[in-house]
């Protein structure tokens, strides 16, 4: 098949699988509405891998003009290049295996073919998203990924305690992307005001033959596009949705909170690096966004007690470390990185599925402990996942992580020593997370332990498939140490704009040796610190009401949505009633009322003239006579 | 003359016909006329100007009677036409549909509104701007809500009133034009003064009908009483009159006076987009957010259509369409919400997506549509119009964009507040056909401007070339 | 002249016939008389010619159509007030004569030549009816609306004749067009012109009711039966503003510095004196009084010059007839309908739902209040819009307050149609059930109303 028929049905399946699901859904067997999801997805990803087996150059796929007024045309139109065929095979290839998860762990759910719509509308808005030649149809995409992510994180709406809540937090996640959401528009805007196109080609091959606007504008139009990043992938200020988030049914936190919606903000950088490369002070922004985000999620995480939520700020912090990245121009070790991270946070994610179907939906880690006996395969894949953020040598995590620290030794040693701060946390919190949930005795309640079990096949499976990718995944760009090529950066190099005119810092061999010696100590380390806290010592987390200082501070998420609560809802909701009450009731409602009754009143004085008495009349009549001489005398 | 005949034989028809059959005169006619503008459609070549109805002679007053459409007016006819038959689909399962006075009213008024449309004279279009008021005002008085009389005194007062001013500006011009032909008073070159004044007659009769913030206190309230019908003929295609006019008439007969009128209207429009959506945010009056939310998005329109380029035009018209489906889809919503609830109050709704989830889908997609989400009409529309307005001084371009914010804040409180949570009642029933029919029906549109929007910029740019053109070439004659 | 001639006989007949206590053929009479009358003129429209000739009285072109406007609504008042007329069979006759006679006075008055024959037709027209708002012998209300329209009309009778007496001081003469030479080359100038003119002008405005001579018209209209003040409000303001504006354009045209800016001022007064009194009012006829002082105002707009040429006049004349017929037709719309109801105190409140009651009604009602309120189509806008557009060349101002004028004036006009349509039915109120007759009228004058401005424009 063409490369273009192979990329059409690509984007078709999924809008096919949603739409079948959509209208008749509700009448069939759920294993059908399950199976119709997932065979998209995995006949997409293998799609996918033919794509990737035959396309060496950027391919361009018109579909039809949206709008074209005079000067303004809007095209419709695919591209597919390196980047793009790198997300499509983690977005389909993920993507399926989530699906198959799902159709275990939603059994039980009545919107069960509801769900599989969602999920396949998703893929579909996420593939328009990372194939689209243009940043319109990246806002297309980026839209609609931000609407199936509303409709999953509110997916349980109507559940008696925490519907509403559902709900709030989807609505959240909605607003606060529609923040970035806006940044990115106006970067559309000036975009076209400057370059009077918005084909990734054309703005990018204008800026590398050297047509440059203004320094401004170029800060302008990128640090709007990182705006529009922070909403999508969660980095101060936006970041506060993407816990909350955690309210959607576990598979959506893996899918769409973890390994690929909320990578879109890093793909739009990359995909706008020409932009970006001649912006430093948007790097320079991007930077200590990226750092500031990583480190605090990294605390944050430190004594969260749900389970998911640890995972969320895990989240956030691990993006944070990945715009750390792209802020010093290292975007394919950022994609490296989202890569591996694709791999080991939704096996984590699926894991923590799994260990949440076990116990009946409890998501406290401290009623859990102990479970290794009773999940082993979810165990054991939890553990790999685990490793693998650690950054324990040789797994992915530890490959790509480490290009990251090259490039931030490479600029900064500053930059450097927190970023290993960051990481060292992250292997902290994730082993306490590890040790918690399954080493140690079980401290839930006897009717849960009684009815612990491994999950079926169909969530399993993923959970190994995920494990072997967290294991080996780190072979995609191999540092030359270890005899690899760095084949990552060349396939990217290749076919992408601009990747390959971009310097990639790459470390001599002693450097790298060093900075992975350093980096094995600290995850080594963080190992053995949680492994005495929290299995020799076999402390259990206290309940918050104890925490003190730090731990408390952390607990608490830093108040970060205390003080938006209190700098932006609350205000806006007063002057909201203000305006109705003030400026709405009170004066322009009264405004119109004086008019009327100014009328009103003149109309009684008025009135009053009118006696019934005929001499009165008379009167008047004379008055008017008199009136009229006296105007006569008076003028003439 | 079909365009005008049908509605108002099937509304002669309506007022006759026996009880039990009216509501589907009504619907047939509505039905009748979409054909009719359907075959004016299929004929219409872009860029033509079709001359429906010229006798020729001028009264001693200068009234010529003509009328005709070019692009832009066929697409509103065809707006109106659809938006009718919706708005008497979406009825037609309640009580209202079978009152012959109702059906009768709503034809009335599809027939002034395509006079509206079509007028090519000035005393015309003055004529069946003023003629659709008296439907309306009935179909609301008659069929509201109890405590509905105060605020429709007002709402007609004020109207009225608006229409004066307008009434005026129109004698002004006819002071220096042959007569009120279109293309007389097109040709009219005035002062700058005359030009402000005649200007600003048109203004306020069309920012009272829009309603444009600080003119719309009579918006709220008679939205939220009137019957869902007369919202939504309010909403959908009442204010759309008054945005054409501002297409067709206010700009193009006193362009002189752009210059000074531009930038207060567009700031009109964006103090009023934030301030009803910063309303809406906290109202509990389902009704009334919508209300609050409609006076946001057509703030928007109203500022976008003053920078009068072919961009922003076309862009106007799209969200002017969308506009108006949504605006269907929202109170057909609402209506039914305060129909089978028996409240308008949000706070006492909830739930009702797990008893009704056909509705909870559909209230859904209409939600959706009514924040612009991609692949929907609004998502073309506001996209354009930000952009130009983005064009016109970057602060307010942003101040502008706050309304993706807020629209989804209000929206979806409004959705959450009456869908979401436990069902605190027994049972609630889902939707009718009709129901079903008017929701997809709209959804398919907006989802069809939304993807291929260029289907309608093809339609009307021509037109809308001669319209720009001609305001251009008046501009540069007088210094 | 013909005309004149067959309409006064008919009132002759009438009032014989009535001898024979048969209603239906005094009616009968009547209406084939005025029939005639109006064909007779309609024929003469574009070849006008006198049987008879006489001086003092001329038809041509726009006398003629404002004679024929004037009939046809004295024949709409006669056939829809058939059902109060013909209630005491013995004095349907007399006043069916008597609104014959006074059509006889109002055609003098259009086709007058002579301040001699307009006086004449003053007379004849405005004592029938002070008989006739009498005519409700058991409500007081109804004497007394006739004495006071008695009362206040003899003085503005004197005025008028007193005016007369200073013109004729200064022009030597009572004829139309030797005034108008005298003034135009200068013969006659000075006070004794001026202080004429002015008495004269009070004295109309007594008569079309404007401020401040415009006091008796609430207490009249509201006493008098309904269809007298639908003849009240629709012939004699006709025939008055007619004459009005025939001896101010024409023969005083010349010598308008004398009396422009006192009538601009009056005009004003006037509109907001009507429209502001009529907001409080809670009786319906009140409101049309009210009413009908606010359309005087506006109707002066077209009576103050626009320009010194002739055309202009003409087209003047042209425009306030299409006023009149826009009002004329609607006050005896709502005139005729409010005798279907029954409700004697003519409280507002009485009407509640009315038209909700009979859809009919309140469909002929609808046309009736909105051209009343100059709402389009109908012919009351029209004719509203051509006063303003008109009167717009020389005073834009005077027309900005006008047009804020019919602002305040829907107010009052919506709250009648409010009551009026309201669909909470009140139990008190009894369904209108007009007769054939009424019917008919109704509905020749929502043709007119609709039809009226589109076919005759």
Redesign the interface.
């Known amino acids: 098949m063409a490369i273009d028929k192979l990329i059409l049905t690509i984007l078709a399946l999924p809008l096919i699988g949603a739409l079948i699901n959509g209208t008749m859904g509700k009448s069939l067997p759920k294993i059908v509405v399950g199976s119709i999801a997932t065979g998209v997805m995995f006949v997409a990803f293998a799609l996918a891998v033919l794509v990737f087996n035959s396309n060496h150059e950027a391919t361009f796929i018109h579909l039809?003009?949206?709008?074209?007024?005079?000067d303004?045309e809007l095209n419709a139109r695919l591209q597919v290049d390196g980047l793009s065929t790198l997300m499509l095979l983690i977005v389909t290839g993920v993507g399926s295996l989530i699906h198959l998860f799902s159709m275990g762990y939603m059994k039980e759910d009545e919107g069960y073919y509801k769900f599989f719509t969602y999920l396949n509308l998703f893929i579909f808005a996420m593939l328009i998203l990372i194939l689209g030649s243009n940043y319109f149809m990246l806002?297309?995409?980026w839209?609609?990924v931000?609407?199936c992510s509303?409709?999953l994180i509110?997916f349980h709406?109507?559940?008696?305690e925490k519907?509403?809540l559902?709900?709030?937090a989807?609505?959240k996640a909605?607003?606060m992307n529609?923040?970035g959401?806006?940044g990115l528009?106006?970067a559309?805007?000036l975009m076209?005001?400057q370059f009077g196109t918005l084909e990734y080609n054309e703005v990018g091959n204008a800026i590398l033959a050297g047509d440059l606007p203004s320094g401004w504008m170029l800060f302008g139009i990128t640090l709007c596009l990182f705006i529009g990043a922070t909403g999508k992938s969660a980095q101060i200020p936006l970041f506060t949705w993407l816990p909350d988030a955690m309210a959607g049914p576990t598979p959506v936190s893996a899918l769409i909170h973890a390994a690929t919606m909320v990578t879109a903000g890093i793909f739009l950088v990359v995909r706008s690096n020409f932009l970006f490369e001649h912006a430093p002070q948007t790097q320079e922004i991007i930077l200590y966004i990226g750092l500031a985000t990583s480190l605090m999620a990294a605390f944050m995480a430190m004594r969260q007690n749900d389970i998911k939520k640890v995972l969320a700020y895990s989240t956030v912090s691990q993006l944070g470390f990945i715009f750390v990245s792209l802020g010093m121009g290292g975007y394919v070790a950022a994609m490296f990185h989202v890569t591996t991270h694709a791999f080991f946070k939704a096996l984590l994610f699926l894991g923590s599925g799994s260990v949440i179907h076990a116990m009946h939906h409890e998501q406290d880690i401290r009623k859990m402990g102990g479970l290794k006996k009773y999940i082993p395969i979810t165990h054991i894949t939890f553990l790999i996942g685990t490793c693998a953020i650690a950054g324990l040598p040789f797994l992915s995590g530890f490959f790509s992580k480490d290009e990251i620290l090259a490039h931030a030794l490479h600029h900064n040693v500053v930059i450097y020593v927190i970023m290993a701060i960051s990481a060292l946390l992250t292997a902290i919190y994730m082993f306490r997370l590890y040790f918690v949930v399954f080493q140690g005795e079980f401290r839930g309640d006897d009717h849960t332990k009684h009815h612990l079990h491994e999950s079926p096949l169909n969530m399993t499976l993923p959970l190994i498939i995920l494990a072997v990718l967290s294991l080996i995944g780190g072979l995609l760009n191999v540092p030359s140490l270890f005899g690899g090529n760095h084949w990552l950066t060349h396939y990217l190099g290749h076919s992408t704009l601009g990747l390959n005119k971009v310097a990639e810092v790459h470390l001599g061999d002693s450097q790298t040796m060093m900075l992975m010696g350093v980096a094995s100590v600290l995850a080594l380390g963080a190992l053995f610190f949680a492994f005495v806290k929290f299995v020799k010592n076999n402390s259990v987390p206290e309940s918050d009401e104890q925490l003190t200082g730090w731990a408390k501070l952390s607990a608490n998420k830093l108040y970060i949505d205390e003080l938006y609560n209190a700098l932006f809802v609350k205000p806006?909701?007063w002057?909201?009633?203000a305006?109705?009450r003030f400026?709405?009731m009170l004066f322009?409602?009264r405004l119109?009322d004086g008019f009327?009754m100014v009328?009103?009143l003149?109309?009684?004085?008025?009135?009053k003239?009118?006696t019934?008495i005929?001499s009165?009349?008379?009167f008047?009549?004379v008055?008017?006579?008199v009136?009229?001489?006296v105007?006569?005398i008076v003028?003439? | 003359m079909d365009l005008y005949l049908i509605p108002l034989a099937f509304s002669l028809l309506a007022a006759l016909a026996p009880a039990n059959l009216v509501r589907y005169v009504g619907l047939t006619g509505a039905l009748a006329s979409l054909v009719s503008v359907g075959v004016h459609g299929a004929y219409y070549m872009s860029g033509w100007s079709v001359v429906l109805f010229e006798p020729g002679q001028v009264t001693t007053f200068g009234l010529t009677f003509k009328m005709g459409y070019d692009g832009i007016s066929l697409l509103m006819v065809a707006l109106v036409n659809v938006v009718t038959t919706l708005i008497l689909l979406s009825n037609l399962n309640r009580e209202t549909a079978s009152l012959k006075g109702f059906n009768a009213l709503v034809m009335l008024m599809q027939f002034g509104l395509i006079g509206v449309f079509t007028a090519m004279d000035g005393i015309m279009f003055y004529v069946f701007w003023e003629l659709t008021l008296i439907p309306i005002f009935l179909i609301a008085y008659w069929y509201g809500a109890p405590e509905r009389k105060p605020a429709l005194l007002k709402f007609f007062i004020y109207t009225f009133v608006g229409s004066l001013a307008m009434l005026l500006s129109l004698i002004a011009l006819g002071n220096y034009a042959d007569n009120y032909s279109y293309e007389s008073l097109v040709t009219v070159e005035l002062s700058a003064k005359s030009a402000f004044w005649i200007m600003a007659g048109f203004f306020l009769a069309f920012a009272i009908k829009i309603p444009l913030v600080p003119f719309h206190t009579w918006q709220p309230d008679t939205y939220t009483l009137s019957p869902m019908a007369g919202t939504m003929l309010l909403s959908a295609l009442m204010l759309k009159m008054a945005l054409y006019g501002m297409i067709r008439w206010m700009v193009p007969l006193a362009p002189e006076a752009m210059q000074d009128f531009t930038p207060i209207i567009v700031i009109l429009g964006i103090i009023g987009v934030v301030y009803a959506a910063l309303i809406a945010i906290k109202q509990s009056d389902i009704k009334r957010l919508f209300a609050f939310a409609s006076i946001s998005h057509v703030g928007l329109i109203a500022a976008g259509i003053m920078l009068f380029d072919k961009e922003v035009l076309g862009a106007s018209l799209i969200q002017i369409i969308n506009h108006s489906l949504v605006a269907v889809g929202l109170f057909l919503a609402a209506g039914i919400l305060e129909d089978r609830l028996a409240t308008r109050e949000l706070n006492q709704m909830g739930g009702v997506a797990k008893l009704a989830p056909r509705f909870g889908f559909w209230f859904a997609v209409i939600g959706f549509a009514s924040v612009s989400v991609p692949f929907s009409s609004g998502f073309i529309g506001e996209f354009l119009l930000l952009k130009g307005l983005y064009g016109y001084c970057w602060i307010i371009g942003l101040i502008a964009g706050t309304t993706l914010v807020f629209g989804a804040v209000y929206t979806f409180r409004a959705y959450q507040l009456s869908m979401f949570g436990a069902p605190s009642l027994e049972s609630f029933k889902d939707l009718q056909w009709n129901e079903v029919l008017s929701f997809l029906i709209i959804s398919v549109l907006i989802v069809l401007i939304g993807v291929y929007p260029q289907a309608i910029l093809d339609f009307v740019g021509p037109s809308l070339d001669k319209l720009i053109q001609s305001t251009q070439a008046d501009i540069t004659i007088l210094p | 002249m013909d005309a004149l001639i067959v309409v006064f006989a008919t009132g002759l007949i009438s009032m014989f016939i009535a001898l024979a206590k048969k209603p239906a053929l005094v009616l009968g009479t009547a209406v084939v008389g005025l029939l005639a009358a109006i064909t007779l003129l309609a024929l003469q429209v574009n070849h006008p010619y006198n049987l008879v000739k006489y001086d003092g009285l001329e038809f041509d072109g726009v006398s003629i159509y404002y004679s024929i406007m004037s009939l046809v609504f004295g024949l709409l008042i006669i056939l829809g007030g058939y059902s109060y007329f013909s209630r005491e069979s013995e004095h349907t006759g007399e006043y069916i004569s008597l609104i014959l006679f006074s059509l006889v006075g109002s055609m003098c008055m259009i086709g007058f030549t002579d301040l001699f024959m307009f006086f004449l037709g003053l007379e004849i027209l405005s004592i029938p009816v002070y008989v006739l708002a009498g005519s409700n012998k058991k409500d007081l209300l109804s004497t007394e609306a006739s004495v006071k329209y008695f009362f206040t009309g003899s003085f503005a009778t004197g005025i008028l004749l007193f005016g007369v007496a200073w013109l004729y001081g200064a022009t030597g003469s009572f004829a139309i067009t030797d005034i108008a030479n005298a003034i135009g080359e200068g013969r006659a100038s000075g006070s004794m012109l001026g202080v004429g003119i002015l008495m004269i002008m009070a004295s109309f405005l007594f008569k079309v009711g404007g401020a401040p001579f415009h006091f008796w018209s609430p207490d009249v209209y509201g006493g008098s039966p309904n269809i007298v003040t639908g003849y009240m409000a629709a012939v004699v303001k006709l025939s008055g503003l007619f004459a009005f504006m025939k001896l101010f354009t024409f023969v005083f045209g010349e010598a308008s510095q004398i009396w422009v800016s006192a009538l601009y001022v009056l005009a004003i007064v006037t509109m907001f004196v009507g429209n502001l009194s009529a907001i409080r009012q809670v009786k319906f006829k009140r409101i049309l009084a009210y009413s009908s002082v606010a359309n005087a105002g506006y109707a002066l707009l077209v009576i103050l010059p626009s320009s010194k040429d002739l055309f202009s006049h003409l087209k003047a004349l042209e425009f306030l007839w299409f006023y009149m017929l826009g009002y004329g037709l609607s006050i005896i719309t709502l005139i005729v309908i409010s005798m279907t109801v029954k409700n004697e105190s003519d409280d507002l409140e009485g009407f509640r739902g009315a038209g909700r009651k009979n859809p009919w009604i309140g469909f002929f009602f609808t046309l009736g209040l909105l051209s009343i309120a100059g709402i389009p189509p109908l012919a009351g806008f029209f004719g509203k819009y051509m006063v303003f557009s008109h009167a717009y060349k020389m005073y834009p101002e005077l027309v900005i307050i006008a047009v804020i004028n019919s602002g305040i004036g829907i107010y009052y006009y919506l709250k009648i149609f409010m009551t009026f349509m309201a669909s909470d039915h009140s139990e008190e109120t009894e369904k209108p059930s007009p007769n054939f007759l009424q019917y008919l009228v109704l509905a020749i004058c929502a043709i007119g109303l609709i039809a009226g401005p589109f076919v005759l424009m």
């Open positions: 039809f003009k949206v709008i074209h007024l005079d303004l806002f297309f995409g839209e609609g931000g609407i509303y409709l509110g709406y109507s559940d008696k519907g509403m559902n709900g709030i989807a609505r909605f607003i529609r923040i959401d806006l528009l106006i559309l805007f076209l005001m806006i909701e002057i909201s009633a305006l109705h400026v709405e322009l409602n119109i009327t009328i009103d003149s109309g009684q004085l008025v009135r003239w009118q019934g005929v009165s009349y008379l008047w009549m008055t008017g006579i009136g009229l001489m105007y006569y003028k003439f």
